[in-house]
């Protein structure tokens, strides 16, 4: 098998623990197969390295910052292959660059644009380990571009696509995806598989373990992921893959609660043609990701919206409603909401699945502040008080504790 | 002017050290000058890298050790061009690939084959500051090399050379080259200008300065290199030049005192022809520096040879010296001694500089055990024991401190 592997910061944090990923990797190599190693830097060099640009400019330039963070990679990547060395194993270290994954040139945020395997290809073929930077590639025009936040696990999943390899294995503190937050709801289970479409739905659930970018790409590449657990000797890890090769598909995978959440309520607004396309161009234009929309009829032909917008992007929302102040007669805010999600592809061809949740938030008395659907998840905003009581009410609704 | 500056570890030891190199250079800047940078590491990084590596193996693989270690200089350089940029000067960061520093493959130890100044040249003429991370290059096939010890003095000189630079000047925490070292000599006296050979002979003198590689390739690529201080603003450093240049030239430019020397004894060799010659061949051979050598005639046709080689190199002498023991009756070792140089250009045309020498150690009553002379250099071996009883009378003989 070629099995590109992935070790996160926390996985590769100190040097015992580098030396404990020489050990997996070496154990992998002997089983009889091909491996590539994708890096990130030891946890905490990267914040390290933000510190000291920071020390010096509050928004440095992104080219020097690339080959800044950059270097924390190449420190993790050189330890691990002289690791690997010492265990006899021939191993052999790799930058983004000399791996050939070249980007665009949009510094601290590149694309990946395409993988020249040729590198690789060759010393897999002579036998070797490859341990490869994460996180980072070369612009065309030959400068360092790094792939912004959670970049290796892109580099893992890009490499593994372009190298036709059998499965992709990304490995961090958790063993795998779990039905729900475990720290929420302890019954949670973990998921032995999940299509990539749930995952992508179920964002906040696999937050720690992988992010939608390296989901997508995954999809898109076809790539087998694995997400496993470094410490774990016996993890299985939960298997990311296509929805066909799922057999049994579960009606619900999973919950997932969102936090950072603010309901954005517009009253009175004039009812014109187009009216609403202005509001939301004015929006994205403002860089806000704006998620629900409901919209109400109201009385004079004046209509209410209502919208959510990450908690973060809540004091840029303001700035822009405030521009936009004649649309409208009046702009609540609230931030003290949150968005419960129930995801499983098994919606599909299942009824009742909204009516389970709709019943089992009657029940606690939890008011539905607003609702979106899609094939396979369900979205609702309640007060975010009641956070823990609707993820438990849920997960034991659709009997995912058993 | 086109002026090349060099910054060691000590320099940019922290990010206040860092903020204050920015300020030197943005100075520098503004005076009307283009200015390139080179970088060393923060100091201590250099050394914690190699200990990570330590830590998994003995001897790591040169290839890996390149990667880890040039992850400094990065660092550093990135840093110091995003100070610049936030202090309004246009600045870049370039790696040594970047800056078209092409070496061959000795992983370690790289040597600078060629340097493309197209892309500094690019940013020169545009006006920008470049800081260049140094102590590294590219081979051929493409793999970071860096070249050894004292690496990032190099890269300045070769810059300079290749872009044929007004001035490179070395900054480090020292203001220059002395007549003697001041912690032995209070009264040694900063030189304000001296000779490429005199800096060479003079060696331990500018130990802590620049090495001699860097002395070497100034020479030979005629770069006018400047010792300088970065702390101290009113330095004027040492001016290290062609003997041409210098217009007054001193009988004697310094005392240099060298502890790390062994001297190996040789009694009763066996006097045929070429046996000196099959000795220092298998000295040779294992890599042993030897520096001083003597031959005096014995008795029985048999003759005895005093050399001197590193301290730290003297076990390996020994082993050599054993198999061939079939050679000679007997052999001493001999750690106990030092080797003290007096160095001048000006000797060169003055006679009775030696005479000086011997009358004033004569007058100590210190034995001089081996002695060795060149154009511009007298040096003796002493017991260590009058190091700086010897140091301290040459220095007053030759009125340095005048």
């Known amino acids: 098998m070629l099995i590109v592997q992935k070790y ?3 996985s590769v944090g100190d040097l015992d623990k580098i ?17 590539i190693v994708v890096v990130s830097a030891m946890s905490g060099e990267t914040n390290k390295l933000i510190g000291y640009a920071k020390h010096f400019s509050k928004i440095p330039a992104k080219r020097e910052m690339d080959m800044l963070l950059s270097s924390g990679e190449r420190v993790t990547a050189s330890l691990l292959s002289i690791a690997l060395q010492e265990m006899g194993i021939n191993a052999v270290a790799m930058t983004g660059r000399q791996a050939g994954i070249v ?9 990946i644009e395409a993988i020249e395997t040729k590198y690789m290809q060759k010393e897999i073929d002579s ?46 503190d958790v063993d795998g995806i779990y039905t729900t937050d475990p720290r929420i709801e302890p019954k949670a289970k973990k998921l032995d598989m999940i299509s990539y479409d749930e995952m992508l739905e179920l964002a906040s659930l696999g937050a720690k373990v992988l992010q939608n970018r390296s989901v997508e790409l995954a999809k898109k590449l076809n790539v087998k992921l694995y997400a496993k657990s470094t410490f774990d000797e016996n993890s299985t890890g939960t298997l990311i893959t296509e929805e066909e090769n799922i057999m049994e598909k579960p009606i619900v995978s999973g919950i997932a609660l969102d936090k950072n959440q603010a309901r954005v309520s ?15 161009e004015a929006l994205a234009k403002g860089d806000i990701n704006v998620d629900m929309i409901i919209q109400t009829t109201g009385h004079n032909s004046q209509t209410n919206m209502d919208f959510t917008v990450p908690e973060n992007e809540l004091e840029e929302t303001k700035s822009v409603m405030d521009k936009l102040s004649n649309d409208y007669s009046s702009v609540e805010y609230d931030k003290a909401v949150v968005k419960v999600s129930i995801v499983g592809v098994g919606m599909k061809s299942h009824s009742g699945v909204a009516s389970t949740a709709f019943k089992t938030l009657a029940n606690e008395n939890i008011n539905i502040m607003m609702i979106s659907t899609s094939e396979i998840k369900i979205s609702m905003i309640v007060e975010d008080k009641y956070s823990e009581l609707v993820v438990k009410a849920l997960h034991s609704a659709y009997e995912l504790d058993k």
């Open 8 to 10: 996160g910061g926390t």
């Open 19 to 35: 030396a404990n990923v020489a050990k997996k990797v070496a154990k992998t190599k002997k089983e009889g197969n091909s491996i």
């Open 103 to 111: 980007t665009n040139s949009s510094h601290t945020t590149a694309r």
């Open 127 to 172: 036998g070797k380990v490859i341990v490869v930077a994460g996180f980072q590639g070369v612009s065309e025009d030959g400068i360092v571009t790094t792939l912004g936040r959670g970049g290796s696990d892109l580099s893992a999943v890009a490499i593994a696509g372009a190298l036709n390899a059998d499965v992709c294995e990304i490995y961090s």
């Open 266 to 280: 517009i009253m009175g607004v004039v009812d014109r043609p187009g009216i609403a396309g202005e509001i939301f």
